[in-house]
């Protein structure tokens, strides 16, 4: 358990969790729904965890006192326009047959207060709601665990529950590469929660590193809702959907073969095909920017020079990860990301390992 300082509360709590929880980047990409339930993926997904990128989050129970009232509060100050969704999201738990009827009790008859802090700077453009619903699925699932003991604190029913808030948080519950939606090639894969990797990753993919290059610290100019429900008018979806479903058995050989070159075409191939979709949509949206081509570009030359290992992947807006092997860190960092600062908003960037979890934190 890690020590963490949240704010003092005024009051005594019946109940409390916290946890921590890293947001995560897609190597196979999650763009699409499917009908049948809520969030359910067109694609299975894979991706990595930033582990340095994380969320930390406190979550208060009181009975009895003000029934069904929530208060959010982000870095000790209050912010009420994130409540609704968070109001929502506690609905969509309590609907969810995996709901314990005391948890259901205490959403309908208690009082919640939610503390909650990135350690990430805010206003690089980073999504922090892997991390957050991530988070905050894992203190619900903690308390309900601490109800009713009978009920283990399994992370595949936190990424459930994380799914239910965003869909791409459900991966951020493992320290293992994270795999969410059925798959013929993954046992135990599933619409409704990651799971993690369990084959083979070769030691040549094994501690690979995030540099993020913030080329736009801004909002991201299309929501996630709106870019998924785009995909129910794109004439390519299908295809692109299709096209997942083999990167994503692709991938999962390169790991076990340790296929680096393989790994690099298809992490690529997969932010092109994100961007791709986006451009041939209706309304259509560049979300590149020209730092992004910039640094694409730069990296791609840097590699061809120099045989390095990195590649880049993107996100649905205009910043640009920069994966690299440990082999090859040294260089990077200090040839190539010096180069690639001129192409970002403020010189600004954040690295992160990619290999750790969720942790407990006490309250
Ligand atoms: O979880 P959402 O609904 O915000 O979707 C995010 C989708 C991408 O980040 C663009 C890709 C992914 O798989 O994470």
Redo the contacts with the bound molecule.
């Keep these: 358990m890690t020590n963490t300082v949240f704010p003092a509360l005024a009051f005594e709590p019946d109940a409390q969790a916290a946890w921590s929880c890293p947001s995560?980047?897609?190597l196979v990409?999650?763009?699409g729904k499917k009908a049948g339930a809520v969030?359910w993926p067109a694609n299975t997904?894979i991706?990595w965890a930033l582990g340095d990128l994380r969320a930390q989050t406190r979550l208060s129970y009181r009975k009895g006192i003000e029934p069904g009232s929530l208060e959010f509060f982000l870095d000790g100050k209050r912010k009420e326009s994130f409540e609704p969704k968070i109001r929502d999201f506690f609905q969509r738990v309590y609907k969810d047959d995996s709901c314990s009827t005391a948890l259901r009790e205490a959403i309908d008859g208690g009082s919640f207060r939610i503390d909650s802090s990135n350690n990430f700077p805010h206003g690089t453009g980073i999504?922090s709601?892997?991390a957050g619903f991530g988070a905050l699925a894992l203190c619900l699932a903690d308390l309900q665990q601490q109800w009713d003991t009978q009920r283990p604190l399994q992370m595949d029913l936190a990424s459930r529950w994380a799914r239910l808030g965003?869909?791409?948080?459900c991966?951020s519950l493992y320290e293992a590469p994270a795999i969410w939606g059925l798959h013929p090639d993954v046992a135990h894969s599933s619409d409704d929660y990651a799971v993690p990797h369990t084959g083979a990753v070769a030691s040549s993919l094994q501690g690979w590193k995030d540099c993020v290059l913030i080329v736009d610290a801004g909002e991201k100019s299309v929501s996630?809702?709106q870019?998924?429900a785009l995909l129910d008018s794109n004439a390519y979806a299908q295809v692109r959907f299709e096209q997942a479903q083999e990167n994503l058995g692709q991938l999962l050989v390169a790991f076990e073969k340790g296929d680096v070159e393989s790994f690099m075409e298809v992490v690529e191939s997969e932010a092109l095909q994100?961007h791709a979709m986006m451009m041939v949509s209706k309304p259509s949206f560049v979300l590149m920017r020209p730092g992004t081509l910039a640094i694409i570009e730069a990296i791609r030359a840097f590699r061809s020079e120099t045989g390095a290992q990195v590649c880049f992947t993107l996100?649905?807006g205009a910043n640009v990860h920069m994966l690299f092997s440990p082999v090859d860190e040294n260089r990077i960092v200090n040839n190539l990301l010096p180069s690639l600062l001129s192409h970002c908003q403020d010189k600004q960037y954040l690295c992160t390992a990619l290999d750790r979890g969720p942790e407990k934190l006490s309250s």
């Design positions: 995560n980047i897609a990409k999650y763009w969030q997904s991706s999504a709601s892997a965003s869909g791409s948080a991966r996630s809702t870019g998924h994100l996100d649905a």
